[in-house]
């Protein structure tokens, strides 16, 4: 006697079930048991019913996929015992064209970003409508896309009906910025996400970043710095004089760095001191922090002077844009402040030059008493434990030159390369990201080095003579330990040789 089983399938998408989805989902599509995924026609693009497929691909389920008609769909769940396949029964649709409806699937896109990690979300424009894109991890991966005007009806939704400047037309051929409102974010455990446009040959562009606020301040230890590292920092934290330098590219978790460094300033003086910062936006919530935003028509110089004028101890500057920011923040060192800040560069010692280049006098910029820290970090992918495979065993394709430089940079059998995936990582082979960094505290003879000879001269006195450690050995390091693929570093970082080219040290 034939099974029920095998004549009736049962809906794996069904309430209880293993792959349970919502009832809106319901609508659009049902897995069965026999490895059948039906899918009402017409929705083949809609960005969750990717996002469920891409669900399944990461778990490596097997199944085809069937085109149907929404009363197949309904005839499959209520022959399953009647479960409700959502309120708009039998009518097809592709997106809800109310602007509650897509304030409700941008929510939903927010909260699938969110549970992913990711760091930013992408709607790229595309010949035929838009691609759905989450950064995670430092990498982009496809969410799903928008057909048509699909997608340029949702920037619309997003930018006209749930950011702060609600009201502002969007102008899709134009560049515009703006911010979520909080009530959009705090549900998806976010303390904001920035928004920027910008036009392309495809249409308009859209990148989300962000925010994350769980609570929880990341230790230095937990962010990935070395212990000689993290004594530097401590030192610098304890510090309430002179200017400290965060520097490193966009998304290298500069932000997080400075929550964790002023939370520990606070907590060292028992939050005794006035601590102000200065942010377009504030991005990070600092416990015992009087944070504000630079107003919208406010320049940098002038929000730098009224910030002093409020009596602060410790400053934080959220970026110095420009000489006049520049020179207000030094101004500000000078008077005897704290002073932190951020710039945007590759290495702990081009921060000098940055500063030259804004126009700051040399007397001020190459001050030791003045300058009293300069960290650069980056980010690079943390190798998840359960696949990784060691280099010697690696089966991947991998360019000689790489191959070479593992060979003579690295200490071979205790190298790993990225595996294909598995349930523990998500099928991504990573499962984080760690903080590769140069921390320098330039003292006299430092700072003439670079005055008189230059950034290069600078940084192999401080390497070969002071023994600092660059973000090249660093780098190596966690190599050595298994902990990052070689590959991953090279593009992330730098190359593995730099070092031997750059500052001279031997192979």
């Known amino acids: 006697m034939t099974s029920l089983a095998i004549l009736t399938p049962v ?43 891409e669900r399944l691909r990461r778990a490596r389920f097997n199944h085809s996929t069937e085109y149907v008609k929404p009363e197949h769909l309904q005839a499959l769940y209520r022959g399953y015992g009647g479960a409700v396949v959502g309120s708009r029964q039998g009518q097809q649709y592709v997106g809800n064209e109310a602007s509650g409806g897509k304030q409700d699937d941008v929510v939903k896109i ?32 496809p969410a799903a896309s928008f057909a048509g005007r699909d997608g340029e009806a949702m920037l619309s939704t ?72 993290i004594e530097a920092l401590t030192r610098l934290v304890h510090r309430i004089d002179g200017m400290v330098l965060l520097t490193g590219t966009t998304g290298s978790g500069k932000s997080t760095s400075i929550q964790t460094l002023l939370s520990m300033l606070l907590e060292s003086v028992n939050y005794t001191i006035n601590l102000v910062t200065l942010e377009d936006p504030v991005e990070y919530r600092i416990k015992g922090a009087n944070q504000t935003p630079k107003g919208p028509k406010e320049e940098w110089a002038e929000a730098i002077a009224n910030l002093m004028r409020l009596d602060p ?13 520049a020179l207000a923040a030094f101004q500000a060192a000078l008077t005897g402040h704290g002073l932190w800040s951020t710039l945007h560069v590759n290495s702990a010692t081009a921060s000098l030059q940055r500063l030259h280049d804004l126009g700051v006098e040399d007397s001020l910029a190459y001050d030791p008493s003045l300058v009293k820290g300069l960290v650069n970090q980056s980010l690079t992918r943390v190798l998840c434990k359960a696949c990784k ?24 059998e205790q190298v790993f390369m990225k595996g294909d995936g598995c349930s523990e990582c998500n099928g991504r082979g990573v499962v984080g ?34 023994g600092g450690v660059t973000k090249n050995a660093h780098l190596l390091k966690r190599i050595n330990e298994g902990m990052v693929d070689p590959s991953h570093g090279e593009r992330d970082i730098c190359a593995l040789d730099e070092d031997v080219a750059i500052v001279g040290v031997r192979s």
């Open 11 to 53: 809906p794996l998408t069904a309430p209880g079930q293993t792959w349970e989805v919502d009832a809106e989902l319901r609508e659009k599509l049902c897995l069965t048991n026999d490895g059948v995924l039906h899918v009402v026609d017409g929705y083949g693009g809609n960005h969750f019913v990717m996002a469920f497929v």
């Open 110 to 141: 927010l909260r699938s970003a969110t549970e992913a990690g990711a760091s930013d979300i992408h709607f790229f424009a595309t010949p035929k409508g838009h691609q759905l894109s989450f950064r995670v991890h430092g990498e982009l991966e």
């Open 313 to 325: 101890d410790v400053a934080l500057i959220g970026e110095m844009r420009d000489t006049a920011s």
């Open 389 to 412: 495979v060691p280099f010697e065993r690696f089966k991947g394709p991998i360019s000689a030159d790489l191959k070479t430089r593992i060979q003579t940079h690295c200490i071979v």
């Open 433 to 466: 990201r760690t903080a590769i960094a140069e921390i320098i505290q330039p003292d006299l003879a430092f700072m003439r080095k670079f005055r008189d000879h230059g950034k290069a001269e600078a940084q192999a006195f401080w390497v070969n003579e002071q």
């Open 158 to 229: 997003i930018y006209e009906t749930m950011s702060e400047s609600t009201g502002t037309n969007y102008r899709p051929g134009e560049s515009q910025g703006g911010r979520l409102r909080s009530e959009f974010v705090t549900e998806c455990g976010l303390f904001g996400a920035r928004l920027e446009t910008r036009p392309t040959l495809n249409g308009p562009w859209m990148a989300m970043r962000l925010l994350y606020d769980s609570g929880m301040i990341l230790t230095l230890d937990q962010m990935g710095y070395l212990p000689t590292q």
